[in-house]
Nanobody, 124 residues
Framework: EVQLVESGGGLVQAGGSLRLSCVAS????????FGWFRQAPGKEREGVLC????????YYTNSAKGRFTISSDNTKSTVYLQMNSLKPEDTAVYYC?????????????????WGQGTQVTVSS
């Protein structure tokens, strides 16, 4: 059974940092692409960042460039999203997702499995 468990969300002031973690199990970690998506109230779920052995790291949200970083630790089957200089507009539920075809995509339809999401709230 494939499982993705996110953690690390919370309430932070603008300008602060958070690191989200996504622990994966039930599949071969090296043979997948991992994406971080977010969904703000009343908005569509959007791709933020993706990492895969085929594509490296890809940014899909311009506002994340220079502030967010994606990384992975294969020994821990964990993917991280480091978020710095957070802004109120970053407030959303953040989701980790896996594409069992190891290619990155900005589109949620290309990802097979999803975590439960973790809330990030940035206060002004």
């Amino acid at each position: 059974e494939v499982q993705l468990v996110e953690s690390g969300g919370g309430l932070v002031q603008a300008g602060g940092s958070l690191r989200l973690s996504c622990v994966a199990s039930g599949f071969t970690f090296d043979d997948a692409a991992f994406g971080w998506f977010r969904q703000a109230p009343g908005k569509e779920r959007e791709g933020v960042l993706c990492i895969s052995s085929n594509d490296g790291k890809k940014y899909y949200t311009n506002s994340a460039k220079g502030r967010f970083t994606i990384s992975s630790d294969n020994t821990k089957s964990t993917v991280y999203l480091q978020m710095n200089s957070l802004k109120p507009e970053d407030t959303a539920v953040y989701y980790c997702a896996v594409n069992s075809d190891p290619y990155c995509s900005r589109w949620k339809e290309n990802f097979n499995y999803w975590g439960q999401g973790t809330q990030v709230t940035v206060s002004s």
